[in-house]
């Protein structure tokens, strides 16, 4: 029993996180959200080099975790979830590793940048066509709707969908983490009445939380990595959402006003969590799955 | 990363699950905090003491198996899930025998550590005072040399099953000239010396859960001196992190309530107050399930040389509020007949005490705030 990582499994996290710190992810986030998709493609191989686009076939769900918390760290843009974590499972035997592919889910996110497009059917893969775009609430994360086309052979979409909103939940920490670090330290920068407003209790104690509901999201998310079974993948996504909705709002109130514009970095992670809180299963539809296993189990 | 047991752990859990399936009471024992349910659980603690269950991670001379962190919460685990009694010797046991294994003598080591496995001598902290609580450097009960020790005077208060216990443990101010953290010692003595006057004080549910203590002239023997005099607050706080974190508080204990909490979802017919509380039943389940994997990190770290430190209070907030959570849910979901006592309502009451004892959660969220996030301490006076 040892459950912490590994030094290897810590090694690719600190690696892909100075990857990711040294590269402007939230440029890359901005020009995304704007239409300009050059630098998040350039990130995309990037991090395809480092091995991102293959830890689903080749690697175990725990580095899928790391990864995916790194790029919730970062805002880094793409659809990562569609493409790295449920695609490989959905399509066994078909090489992902080179290219980006997306799933309507029911949006098809960042379909304008991806080489295919699929569309799960009656519990069918099929392939698709991007028809519409909407604007979403976080506009790094572009969404369309689709028109399916011919079934595809598939492998065990169950496996893939748990896959894919466990990463969802490690993106979830990592922007958590992001939050609750960038919000430390401006709030211990930021002074009001003549002292640092970080000293004051009514602030601490909000941080507090965040720090608490991280901590145990964590292992949820660790836990599941180790052992993805639908009961440990909504737990982990309950868990996160909420601790990571928690870092967002704390982190915007002891902002101020300054971290309600679109200017300031922290929206990047505002949006994302919020958008992230209903994507890969909406926090009621994994709360009801949770529920019914508990209850089948007794 | 992993989380598989050793086979010798395996079988330690078999070891254990099988005694405690064949040897814990089918009724629920009385109230500790009773005079009757006092000795049942004395009663209990012996039993499980003859069967080397009682300490198990302590070395084997003591009366332990010498086992390991891993082994200690796997039994830990099996405990509660057994529904086996609270433990009325778990002062001494988690608050008190770390600190004489790390600071006591070889004398006190001997004199006090088996009688305390066996459940024969029960242990009371006497930390607060009646103006020393969240604050409690500010204490003020003296200790005074005199020839071969030392006499205590003032009061101590709050101080759980001290109205039945034997022994109690505590601070004294030594050194009044010190400044407040040093000038502190550490005391043992027995409740019924020369000038201890105990008086027990009712809690919500009526019985006397605690006590508070007034000390007159009360003659404590140098041998009885835990650490160096004067070094009372450092020796205390290698507990206060016991109490918080892991040792006092195994996660088996909530699980256990989880799955309770679980059945009983299950066995309510009533469709109001199934589908009002359904979402707070999973997110209790959660929490436990949450705290359950925290402390297998919290162990790995530990079991590597690492230290809790201040994420003992991370832990705090987290398994007190969990607690309350997830008794507040039996209840609801109980409908009407919440109002009547049940281990249910035992259980809360209880539970309502979490968020106050072993540190407030508010100086809790200071201690994460302040020493976790690096954020500036407190203006204080
Ligand atoms: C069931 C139970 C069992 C106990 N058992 C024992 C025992 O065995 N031995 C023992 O020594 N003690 C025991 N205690 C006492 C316990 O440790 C104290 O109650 C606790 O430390 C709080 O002290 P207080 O009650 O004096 O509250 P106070 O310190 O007066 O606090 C009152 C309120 O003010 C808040 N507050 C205080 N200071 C601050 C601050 N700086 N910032 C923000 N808020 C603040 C507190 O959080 C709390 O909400 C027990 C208490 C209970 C309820």
Redesign the pocket.
Known sequence: MKFTLTDEQAGFARSIDDLLSRADTVAANRAWAAGDHEPGLKLWSRLADLGVTSLATEASPVEVCIAFEAIGRHAAPGPWIESAAYLPLALPGVDLTESRATVAMPYAVDADIADSVYAVVDGQLHSAQATDSSPGIDPSRRLFAVSAGDRVDHGDLDAAFDLAALATAAELLGAGERVLADSVAYVKQRTQFGRAIGSY?AIKHQLANVRIALDFARPLVFGAALEVTPRSVSAAKLQAADAANLAARVGLQVHGAIGYTEEHDLSRWLLRTRALQSAWGTTAYHRERLLADLLAAR | MNLDFSPDELAFRDEARAWLAANVPAEPLPSMDTADGFVAHQQWERRLADARWSVVSWPEEFGGRGASLVKWVIFEEEYYRAGAPGRVSQ?GIFLLAPIIFDHGTTDQQQRWLPSMATGETIW?????E?E?????ASLRSTATAVKGGWLLNGQ???????AYAHQGF?LFRSDPSAERHRGLTYFCFPLDADGVTVRPIA?LDGEA??AELFFDDVFVPDADVLGEPGDGWRVAMSTAGNERGLSLRSPGRFCATADRLLDLYASVLEPVERTSTATRVVDAWLRAEAYRLYTWGTVTQLAGGGDIGAAGSVNKVWWSELDVALHETALDLLGAEAEVASTWTDGYL?SL?GP????????QR?IVAERILGLPR?VRA
């Open positions: 209790q | 002062n009371a902290q006497a930390w607060s009646p020393a609580g969240s604050d409690l101590k208060t709050w101080s759980s099953r001290a505590g809690q859960g605690f209880f005490s106050i004892y072993a540190g407030t959660n508010e100086i200071n407190e």
